[in-house]
């Protein structure tokens, strides 16, 4: 069984600063790890995906995540955020491989991310 | 590229009905997959439907159904409404359900069941 553990529910920051989003996940199987966001009143759009290779990730928006497989890790950094980026944000996997993952993404409880002026 | 499209965008029922929600993925998707979404549980896996065929399913009870037509169109629904059941409830498609695909999610429909 997979779980996904966001570590904090909300994120206050000034506009600018930097801020960085925590995410553990825990598995049996190797898996693929996702960072999506969500606007208010709107569906989840995909940041950015660790599938292999480098353990730096870039995705849209300036945000980058960082894959620690020792500490089952893959925490949201951006280096300096803006009053668009507030948001929801959600870490997310899928188990590698074998019938129980088609289509099945196991999410953390989210983040909020509200970025001041 | 018209993105996921989900009707209606609202609902309002009362416990004991059923209802249905549409899904229509991104051309040339052939995975749906559902999701419920409550400030409570946060965002659980319903089910995912390839080729008109469910391959997957959640921890959801037998009320949650599901089917998929040719087109890739999904829809679910919900029998037997229980005060529980207000979610937003999202649809996603991909290109084939696989653990490295991108899911695409629609704007959901938001159901409050009275």
Known sequence: AQSVTQLDSQVPVFEEAPVELRCNYSSSVSVYLFWYVQYPNQGLQLLLKYLSGSTLVKGINGFEAEFNKSQTSFHLRKPSVHISDTAEYFCAVSDRGGGTSYGKLTFGQGTILTVHP | ?114
Request: proline share 4%; charged share 15%; with cysteine.
């Open chain 2, 1 to 114: 590229k018209a993105g996921v499209t989900q009707t209606p965008r609202y609902l309002i029922k009362t416990r004991g009905q059923q209802v249905t929600l549409s899904c229509s993925p991104i051309s040339g998707h052939r995975s749906v997959s559902w999701y419920q979404q409550t400030p409570g549980q946060g965002l659980q896996f319903l089910f995912e439907y390839f080729s008109e065929t469910q391959r997957n399913k959640g921890n959801f009870p037998g009320r949650f159904s599901g089917r998929q037509f040719s087109n890739s169109r999904s829809e679910m629904n919900v029998s037997t409404l229980e005060l529980g059941d207000s979610a937003l409830y999202l649809c996603a498609s991909s290109l084939a359900g696989g653990d490295w695909d991108e899911q695409f999610f629609g704007p959901g429909t938001r159901l409050t069941v009275l």
